[in-house]
């Protein structure tokens, strides 16, 4: 089962690649979303948060374009999607991905 954390990111990331958040409010996110898995046991969940607020801000600080942003914050969450068989957000619609 998907932990609660796990879920959120996915929906985050999920709803900026889909068009339905802005950055801003994915950014505003993660920053909370930090704090709260500060003494968390989940250590996948916890590389995965810092992964999006590194790509965030290289992206800020202008280092990343957004296509690589987006690109990378997809491969970010893409390890909970095959474990879950998941496919940005599409359950029981998985598909092999090359290289995996």
Known sequence: ?????????????????????????????????????????????RNVAGTIGRLISEYSHGDISEDSLRRELALAIRPFELKHNLVLGKAGDSQPVAGT
């Open 1 to 45: 089962m998907t932990s609660e954390y796990q879920s959120e990111a996915h929906d985050k990331i999920s709803g900026y690649l889909g068009g339905s958040a802005s950055l801003v409010d994915v950014e505003n996110w993660i920053w909370s979303f930090l704090g709260d898995l500060e003494n968390s046991q989940e250590d996948g969940v």
